[in-house]
């Protein structure tokens, strides 16, 4: 599953009450609230996916190394081991997670944050911007995320 941001450029763009950079803000961060409570269907009282296996850092570098993808820039979020693959300034176009990336199901608790920009030849381009695996520390502390 997708959750797309459609934008165009320019101020005073906003989307669901959140502006364009805000949006672009919250992608780079990670700032995404998962509960611990469970029910049947996955989702928590509120709605929320829960996840059903949590990373260390060592195996996330793992399966990346043998993906070949980037390990070196690594930045520990609330609740995600986060691997920048690209400079998310580049990125003009959406903003998009994919939350079920390669052969993971989205309770697997990965997510590629992808960007696009516009070709020369005006077609659409993606690339992984960054690769996050949820380890879910703040949700176990009963932690808020700062930015949320």
């Not at 709605?47 to 070949?68: H, K, P, V």
Request: with cysteine.
């Amino acid at each position: 599953m997708s959750k797309n941001f459609k934008t165009q450029h320019g101020k005073g763009l906003f989307v669901e009450g959140k502006s364009l950079e805000e949006i672009k803000e919250l992608q780079k961060q990670g700032i995404v609230k998962y509960k611990e409570e469970d029910n049947d269907d996955g989702d928590d009282e509120d709605g929320e996916l829960q996840y059903e296996r949590t990373w260390t850092r060592s195996e996330a570098r793992m399966w990346l190394s043998q993906n070949d993808f980037d390990t070196d820039d690594y930045t520990e979020m609330p609740n995600w081991h986060s691997f920048t693959q690209t400079d998310p300034n580049k990125y003009a176009g959406e903003i998009i997670t994919e939350t079920s990336p390669a052969d993971f199901d989205e309770e697997d608790g990965v997510h590629f944050i992808l960007g696009t920009w516009e070709g020369e030849d005006g077609e659409i381009l993606t690339e992984v911007q960054s690769c996050r695996f949820y380890h879910g520390e703040a949700d176990k502390a009963g932690e808020e995320p700062d930015n949320e």
